[in-house]
Nanobody, 127 residues
Framework: QVQLVESGGGLVQAGGSLRLSCAASGRTFSNYAAGWFRQAPGKEREFVAAISKGGGITKYADFVKGRFTISRDNAKNTVYLQMNSLKPEDTAVYYC????????????????????WGQGTQVTVSS
């Protein structure tokens, strides 16, 4: 199985940027599609962005379109989430997840479709 470790979270002012990284180990990461989710206190975990195992297909939640970019470097076994124009409502714990996809181009938005999760990294955006 694959192990995932997120990093890059922190405290940033509104309008600022952060780049999250998700380092994978244990299996050939290029065989896995990946995604980012977040969970704010008192709320359910929600989809943020997903990327196919080859990186050619991406999908975003409406509330991050134009602000966040998901990418991956399979040579480094890492998935990234570049977050720009951050807002206080982006404050949450951000989780990286991975899944073995049905096809090369498949992406998924439901947490239940992912079998592997990292421990999460806190992102706090101050107003």
């Amino acid at each position: 199985q694959v192990q995932l470790v997120e990093s890059g979270g922190g405290l940033v002012q509104a309008g600022g940027s952060l780049r999250l990284s998700c380092a994978a180990s244990g299996r050939t990461f290029s065989n896995y599609a990946a995604g980012w989710f977040r969970q704010a206190p008192g709320k359910e975990r929600e989809f943020v962005a997903a990327i196919s195992k080859g990186g050619g297909i991406t999908k975003y939640a409406d509330f991050v379109k134009g602000r966040f970019t998901i990418s991956r470097d399979n040579a480094k076994n890492t998935v990234y989430l570049q977050m720009n124009s951050l807002k206080p409502e982006d404050t949450a714990v951000y989780y990286c997840a991975a899944r073995i996809p049905i096809s090369y181009w498949a992406v998924a938005v439901a947490p239940a479709e992912y079998g592997y999760w990292g421990q999460g990294t806190q992102v706090t955006v101050s107003s």
